[in-house]
């Protein structure tokens, strides 16, 4: 029995991730459906992106991990199945996967094959969902696409002046908390001196939120490792403002 | 096993849904539940009528699609089994399954008889959720309804002046995409020369939402074949200010 | 098989209750997991512990429940593990069981043991999901915690002058619906004179919404038998500008 998890930005009213389970139930009957969501803001590849790192690992050997957020759906894009020693990920080429191939050791890459009878406008039913209850039926990856060189994608970038590190935002989550691009074993041979998020001075990294009572603002590392801004009980994203071009500053201790 | 799905405006955070679930788990222990949606805009008959279209028919066989948008709980209004080669559905009978039935092919209809304990304000947890456990474990719906004559409802109506439609807007979806109440088929054998939606003039009718650039306007036959405007990675919606009394305008070639 | 139902604040964009999901299904890949919803109020242990009441008791003897809004996680509060006869109940201890326990019999009740390697930001994921997959796979509680003794909560608290009873306001719905503490058993006994919620007057206590016509205001006893202010087909906590210090009054006819 394989278990087959569903991304998307698709919302639910729609009915749209309902064609997509009852197409892989019809496929795999024996295949157990698990939502991850369909909230992700519509068109956001990265915050479906950082999405997949949060849940990917998890799972149990042999999860098929179906992740569709495609404004590009129909155009030339093309579709991919990521297989790893643990998991199969299938979705669009549009770099849905590339947080997700900085952290897992992918073994093999394929082209999704052109189906001759997908509509224009909804892969996720007509071209993802037939893919994962073949895969889900025993059918290999190779069948279905044409394998591709493994890429990696870049990791993440920020600047540096000086001592200072200037970190960009990658994502705000659902209780406006905000993330950041870098993770604290990029900085664990360092001494953070101080960091600044729009001119408020944090005094030191927290372990945890209610660290701070409520209302109070802090930052710390996240359960994914990340360096994130929080407010205990509260929306950072609210309190600042927050939005994509924000960059937090990390001052060293350069001694 | 039996699939059931379970589709409502009831959202979740309120635990209806979650006490269905328990009923039907409670009667049907093999069931397997999947969620269509709980996120149909309160009360929309409509909107749920629509949603139906997207994915009754790409379940297995035997599956009971379980539907409850009822704005007129707890009055005479009667609970409905409709019954298909293909499939099972129950919910009120309030046009919710009028578009359903100018697709599916029905092959008897029962009105659910009256149970005793039921609450006023609850019949998914206290009729449509049993009803469904009943069906999931082999109950005939004979035993749990009255057949009733299969009716159909009447097809989309639209204004005709001239050589120009006037086709009212069916629903806005969570994209923001605009859908109208008009199939493909009903015009393959027309020459298209020009759509209008509020003054805005589209020159054709694209296959996919990224032939526009970010932002453009569009329209396409949608993957149920339902005439949509759009906006290649934005709302439609928005864009138009669309509500509820909007129509589009289609000029035919009449020679 | 057990049945694992999974309550939260986390939405589900984030991939949070994607990795709670994914760790139990590795350690218990027998469960069937359920959502009951992930679209509680962030932090809102009321509304949570409102909304247990609305599904605990319609799920199959056994059942595994895990209810996470945490805004205290990594501080010194305790995770909880209640046992029915027919229940397992996993998550903080925080006030969110507090209505459950005026309803439900519980057995035993044990204080969650301290796990090493948990982060301080996700107990959803490194504490509770953990615990349910053990239980889900026989573990006996009493190996994961520490017996205490069972606590009864205080019951609803309401104050009384002369024939008049205020009622606090509870939660307000997903439709609107402005929910009070108090429940039908409690005024059995009692002839009600009349209903008062902000200066409108509740001639009668209906038994369903469609008794008045739509945008219509009316009170019931609710699917729970709490006491509950409606519009139909619309939002009443709209129309009234319902607040959380909100109270209805009950003029009682003490004859």
């Known amino acids: 029995?394989?278990?087959?998890?569903l991304l998307s930005d698709f919302g639910t009213a729609n009915g749209?991730?309902?064609?997509?389970?009852?197409?892989?139930?019809?496929?795999?009957?024996?295949?157990?459906?698990?939502?991850?969501t369909h909230d992700i803001t519509p068109f956001s590849i990265s915050y479906a992106a950082y999405t997949i790192l949060n849940y990917y690992n998890h799972f149990p050997k042999g999860t098929i991990h179906v992740c569709v957020v495609d404004p590009g759906v129909g155009s030339s894009r093309k579709g991919l199945i990521l297989q790893s020693e643990q998991a199969f990920y299938i979705g669009p080429d549009n770099g849905l996967f590339d947080l997700l191939m900085l952290e897992e050791s992918l073994l093999r890459l394929y082209e999704i094959n052109d189906l001759a009878e997908s509509s224009s406008t909804f892969h996720g039913r007509d071209v993802f969902a037939p893919v994962a209850g073949l895969i889900a039926t025993g059918t290999d990856p190779s069948k279905l696409g044409k394998a591709i060189p493994l890429k990696k994608p870049k990791p993440f970038q920020f600047r540096k002046v000086g001592s200072i590190l200037y970190i960009p935002k990658l994502?705000?989550?659902?209780?406006?908390?905000?993330?950041?691009?870098?993770?604290?074993?990029?900085?664990?041979?360092?001494?953070?001196?101080?960091?600044y998020y729009k001119g408020y001075?944090?005094?030191?990294?927290?372990?945890?939120?209610?660290?701070?009572?409520?209302?109070?603002?802090?930052?710390?590392?996240n359960s994914l490792n990340?360096?994130?801004?929080?407010?205990?009980?509260?929306?950072?994203?609210?309190?600042?403002?927050?939005?994509?071009?924000?960059?937090i500053e990390i001052h060293l201790d350069e001694k």
């Open 201 to 221: 001075k944090f005094d030191r990294i927290n372990n945890f939120y209610a660290q701070e009572k409520a209302g109070g603002l802090l930052c710390l590392w």
């Open 226 to 247: 990340f360096l994130e801004v929080a407010q205990n009980q509260g929306s950072a994203a609210e309190y600042f403002s927050a939005c994509a071009e924000d960059e």
């Open 171 to 195: 994502i705000t989550d659902h209780f406006g908390n905000i993330i950041f691009a870098i993770k604290r074993n990029e900085l664990s041979r360092k001494t953070i001196r101080a960091i």
């Open 16 to 36: 749209y991730v309902g064609a997509m389970k009852g197409v892989i139930k019809s496929m795999a009957p024996d295949a157990e459906l698990i939502d991850i």
């Open 1 to 5: 029995m394989s278990v087959v998890t």
